[in-house]
């Protein structure tokens, strides 16, 4: 049977083969002999290039109907604006009832202020009241543009130059609002592509200026000198390309988060064996910090041009608003066409840079209440030392004086509760006023939370004593 | 929408072609002259790189002069500007102590607040004695002082909103309140011509076209993964800084309404300045304030003080509260320019006992139409709609752009002349700023000066038709 089928099939190519030959049997093209299988390749070749010419099959693409767009346009349900509140409505501000000077009333009643970070006690000092006066009938209130269409006054222009003068930098430029001095900053000379090196316990401002800059952001320890030197070299060894890119390093001088001080002597000698340049927030040290109140830098006897770029808000020691960025001439210039918080806002209200010439003055006059300030602080940790449950964990040069639980209850929420608890008592029964460090839900700051209190030169000895008497009653009363 | 004419985009584009051919050119010589100096930078990238800082260094440099006068006195109608020299080419300028009184045509004076003021000023002196200028604390802390409560309060109910939120700066407003209401997932539609406040985005001035874009996203969802946006927001100005036009409110709230998008208004410009009783765009434009989800506001152009305000419903202002940054971290606002808005609203308001804010809200739009009506009669391209205090003239150019500064200024009449980065590289422009507190003898020597340097410099693009034809009448009369 097989042997059948073995002939038939014999017989069938056979007779294939010779009805291909036959045709061609002695067809001889250019001397080669053409023969059947050559026909078949062929063939198959040309049925595979067929094949490849064509294209490959697609389901045919219908665009919506105008029908479908409507009935998902009417499908879609879009989350409510913001979340609800569910969260018991947080207790609201206390609201001040006169200047938040080192005592001002709340509700009615005077309590001792350790709320405002009026570090040279300035607030409400009449020097500064009546150069503001001055300005205000001069100048009237806001400056009603931006410093490149007539919102330059003269005033600002006096400030800058008193700034500069009294840091021994070459030029200064002045921002209307404190806290986007540092985020327009960072992305005036920060782009795409460039290399950050910060601090991972830095400010809202701070973050943000980072985000709004796009560079490549590494986070080191916070202010653990060792992260930064090992975070530098991981970043630049090896790295040929790092040398062609703009590489910073942003600090805090005074850390807000924490109180901790920057060692600034040490970051300047890694910056320079790595060659970055320093960004460095001065908010919470200029007018506070070195020997005549001129911030970090002098405190370390570290020459004012090796930082790059300086910026500081003015609501801090200096007791009025907005805040400036100072540096070589080519830092600032750039700055004028460049950094959106200064080209597209409207200037500081006149009367703010007057209090802030004036208060420049005041300090370089009266460099004695540096001095007071000083001893307020010792004073205050000392008598804080020996509260039950809580421990000072600020350096000792910071004006602020930051408490953190010895004991974290678990959570930074529930730590939170209890600290709140404690800061509304000591308000209400003691009147003493202190506030927590509370975050945005936005800020990616992961330090511990605590008490915050910001110490001022116009505090009196027994106002600190009786902030350090009420909490130790309080904190042993909740705590325990 | 401006229309660039052919022949002005053409030999705009050739001077900033030959601007920037010479520019390259002395970068090649001062790249050479540098090779020779030490080089102290080595290790550092340039802080500045050469494209980006191209522009301030070769073009901007040589028109300084231009921008950023100083001024010695308040930004009235009347101002004193600083006098500046420069011994090297305009790269640096030096005051001096001269001064010349001009005539003011650039701040954001709208209401004639800038100056001392007979009845906000004694009561912002009062509150700063009893407040001093600073509380050097945020909101959340030590920084709410019964002021900020009462100009919430003012500013709602000026506003017509259950609630509000005061910040510090107008630009921090915008900046720091869009991230806590829009996150990831959530689509931002903002009209091309907003300020840079706003982020960029689609470009959609016209309500048909936000309609178009509206659809296309909600069909089409997020890019990549095609899920749906959480939720959409459109973001609109009431005055276009840039341009002097009033959105089409009206229109965009219909289609926002029909599409479920959330409406986000920035009334920057409009707040104050029009409006039958001053409350902005959508008094103006008859659109009930209910229907915007989001409004926004500063108080630096027409209450003359500093700071911002958003309004909206009472569980938006408290989550607000509850999580913006510039809340929790921001020095609160200065309470004499709290004070100074409150006095100004109240003011607008006739609840100073007088009738001067009903009488500057119609200066004001008296002014703005005079003097708009005036100018396009002049030939002017001028931008913006009626009763928008904000009027554009185009003048293209590079070239033009110091020059008519230059020359109005000669004639005592200071003007702001706008160029890159706050517009698009060919439309530069002049910007005029009218103020309730110019008298008509002032707008009338605005205008005269105007028209004499406009001829001198060309910028009149169009021709100057009715006057002719009272010529044309009176002639034919006397025929």
Redesign the interface.
Known sequence: MASGVMNVTTAALDWLSAAFDAPLARAVVFGVHIDGHLVVEVLLIAVILFQLSRKSYKPPKKPLTEKEIDNLCEEWVPEPLCPPITKQIEAEAPILESAAGPHTVVDGKEVVNFASANYLGLVGHEKIVDSCIGSLEKYGVGACGPRGFYGTIDVHLDCEKKISNFLGTPDSVLYSYGMSTIFSVIPAFCKKGDIIVADEGVHWGVQNGLYLSRSTVVYFKHNDMASLESTLEKLTRGNKRAEKLRRYIVVESVYQNSGQVAPLDQIVRLKEKYHFRVILDESHSFGVLGKSGRGLAEHYGVPIEKIDIITAGMGNALATDGGFCTGSVRVVDHQRLSSSGYVFSASLPPFLASAAITAVDYLHENPSILETLKNNINILRKGLADVPGLEVTSSSLSPIVFLKLKKSKGSQNSDLQLLEKIVNRVLHEDSVFLVLSKRSALDKCRLPVGIRLFVSAGHSESDILKACESLKRVAALEIA | MVRLPYFSALTTLFSYGLLFAFGQLRDFFRKILDWFKSKDLH???????GL??FY?RRL?LRIQDC??????????SW?D??ERYSKDNNKTLH?TSKISKCL?L????YLG?????EY??PQ??ES??????????S????????L??ELEEVVARFVRKPAAIVL?????TN?AII???MGKGCLIISDSLN???IVNGARGSGAAHLEEV??EQ??DGQPRTHR??????VIVEGIYSMEGELCKLPEIIAVCKK????TYLDEAHSIGAIGKSGRGVCELLGVDTADV??MMG????S????GGYIAASK??I???R??????????S??P??VQ?VISAIKVVLGEDGSNRGAQKLSQIRENSNFFRSELSKMGFEVLGDNDSPVMPIMLYNPAKIPAFSRECLRCNV?V?TVAF??TPLLLARA?ICISASHTREDLIKALEVLSKVGDLVGIKYFPVEPQKDLADETQKKVE
Not at chain 2, 113 to 117: E, I, K, L
Not at chain 2, 168 to 172: D, H, K, N, S
Not at chain 2, 259 to 262: I, W
């Open positions: 290790g550092y990238a340039p802080i500045c790189l980006e800082d301030t901007y921008f950023n006068r100083p001024i010695a006195s308040a930004p009235d101002i500007v600083v005051r003011n650039g701040s954001y004076n607040f800038a100056a001392a003021d906000c000023t912002v002196i700063l004695k009893k407040y001093s200028p600073s509380t050097c604390s909101r959340v802390d030590g920084g709410t002082t019964k900020h409560v510090g700066m107008g630009y921090a900046s991230p806590v209401l300020h840079n406040s509206l659809r909600i069909a749906p946006w959480k939720k959409i927001i599409y479920k998008a959330y989800d989001i500063t108080f630096t152009k209450f003359g003080s500093c569980e938006i408290q989550h607000l509850n999580t913006c940054p510039a809340h929790f971290y921001a020095t606002m200065s004499p320019a100074q200071a702001v980065p706050a910007r």
